[in-house]
């Protein structure tokens, strides 16, 4: 995966998730971002799937902050090299 970052604001502004060729499988932009109950938070991203030829747009309406168990999460390791 690789991701932008826009230096000035710290925002995310695409990411590219790759196979393990290396080749792209989608890339992200993150389109838009608005307060949330007083937050900065994404409200638009674009999906591009280039296997498969797609556009997905996700628009956030709203958020809600919630605590999670860390037993809900599956730790991996990258593997070597």
């Known amino acids: ?3 932008w ?3 000035k ?4 502004r695409k990411a590219v998730f790759l196979v ?7 890339e992200t932009r993150f389109d838009e971002y608005r307060p949330f109950h ?4 994404l409200a638009k991203m674009t999906i591009v ?3 498969r030829q797609g556009t997905t747009v996700v628009e956030y309406l709203d958020y ?3 605590s999670l168990p860390d037993s809900l999460f599956e730790v ?5 090299g």
């Open 1 to 3: 995966m690789r991701v």
């Open 9 to 12: 604001e710290g925002l995310y």
């Open 49 to 51: 799937d280039a296997l």
């Open 64 to 66: 809600e902050k919630k």
């Open 5 to 7: 970052v826009d230096e």
């Open 20 to 26: 393990s060729s290396g080749k792209t499988a989608r």
């Open 38 to 41: 007083g937050v900065l938070s």
């Open 76 to 80: 991996r390791t990258a593997p070597p």
